[in-house]
């Protein structure tokens, strides 16, 4: 009598496998190089890249206006590279959000926030440089002025990538809606 278990019992042999489960497996898992090239994708490059600008340009911050605009420009960058690098591991696309929620609602709800408070900066980073009347640390009354209203005008840039953003979360919103929570 031979020890061997029957072919029947150890399972389906290798060639009954499924090679479309296999193939749709593998297009899940890794990464996803294509969001990069996408318009959101660029989208959230560019912001990004703004916004460090903006940091550098305006640090470090004496006043209270310069202040609460690199909070807000630090907080937008840290939220959009962490949604960045989410969609770079495919996050979005593998995993849904409790309640039925979409990752488009959440981040058109939040490029819309981050439009707001960039725009609020952004006036209040032109306003308080126009007044004039802090320049006295870090070199010159000159440069000074012109490093912090370099960044406050810069960040009306970022405000409209924002917008932009917020639009095409909108938009990718509403044309896939009626296909129920993802």
């Known amino acids: 009598m031979d020890n061997k278990p029957s072919r029947a019992s150890a399972g389906p042999p290798p060639a009954a496998i499924n090679p479309s489960v296999i193939q749709s497996t593998r297009k899940m898992v890794g990464v996803d190089l294509r969001y990069f090239t996408s318009i959101v994708g660029i989208l959230k490059i560019a912001e990004i890249c703004i916004g460090i600008i903006c940091a550098a340009i305006c640090g470090p911050a004496y006043?209270?206006?310069n202040q609460f605009f690199l909070f807000v420009t630090i907080t937008c960058i840290i939220i959009t590279t962490v949604l960045l690098l989410l969609h770079f591991a495919r996050i979005p696309k593998l995993f849904g959000l409790p309640g039925g929620i979409r990752w488009t609602f959440v981040e058109f709800v939040y490029a819309?926030?981050?439009?707001?408070?960039?725009?609020?900066a952004a006036s209040v980073q032109v306003a308080r440089t126009a007044q004039g009347d802090y320049f006295s640390y870090g070199g010159s009354l000159t440069s000074s002025y012109n490093r912090y209203m370099a960044a406050g005008v810069i960040a009306f840039v970022n405000f409209i990538l924002y917008g932009v953003d917020a639009f095409f979360h909108y938009k990718e919103y509403r044309d896939n809606r009626l296909q129920g929570p993802v």
């Open 63 to 65: 006043y209270s206006g």
């Open 112 to 120: 819309v926030t981050a439009c707001i408070f960039y725009l609020i």
